[in-house]
């Protein structure tokens, strides 16, 4: 069973991996901010006398659903509003500002150039609209094996599919992220 402070220390980090995970699938931070929140509160709600061993899973589940759930409400809304464009707030365009969290979590690359440093983020800059650009499927599969570092059982748990089906998104995903950044001049 959990303590509260254990659940404190793992919410806090898995936040910012969690942020991040939702901005790529949402592509807006105040979207992708209130999906971690709500993720947040259901584990800590229902879950939270659970093990410390089976938080993260959990917590990759109902971010999952919490998602999904986001996206139908989306589809809803702009089948329900399509011409009541007045409905849409207007920082809906917001990006998130990957060099600004580079510059300011990178702290060991103090000793490298300027040049080598705006390289570098330029590069994970584009790496990073690359993984946007996949279909939803694909980025969530390929966010949680290699950004989260999920094995293949657990991402298929947290996904609610076949270890078969994970296998296929993360092979298509990695293709594609190749041919892309190859296209871009960027070779990995």
């Known amino acids: 069973m959990a303590t509260e402070k254990e659940l404190d220390a793992f919410l806090r980090g898995v936040e910012k991996r969690a942020f991040k995970r939702s901005l790529y699938h949402v592509r807006n931070q105040e979207s992708a ?9 259901k584990l800590a709600q229902h879950y939270g006398h659970k093990p410390v061993e089976e938080l993260p899973m959990l917590f990759q589940r109902i971010l999952s659903n919490s998602t999904l759930d986001w996206f139908r409400r989306q589809k809803t809304q702009n089948t329900l509003f399509t011409h009541l464009g007045d409905f849409e707030s207007a920082e809906d365009g917001g990006e998130f500002d990957l060099l600004e969290t580079l510059l300011q979590n990178d702290e060991t690359n103090h000793a490298d150039n300027p040049q080598s440093q705006a390289e570098r983020a330029q590069t994970l ?3 990073e609209e690359e993984i946007q650009d996949l279909p939803a499927r694909q980025r969530e599969a390929f966010l949680m094996r290699y950004w989260e570092d999920m094995d293949v059982a657990e991402t298929a748990s947290a996904m609610g599919c076949s270890q078969g089906s994970v296998k296929t998104h993360c092979s298509r995903a990695v293709a594609a992220l190749s041919k892309a950044l190859r296209a871009r001049g960027i070779f990995l």
């Open 33 to 41: 901010l209130d999906i971690v929140q709500d993720s947040m509160m």
């Open 125 to 127: 800059h584009t790496i």
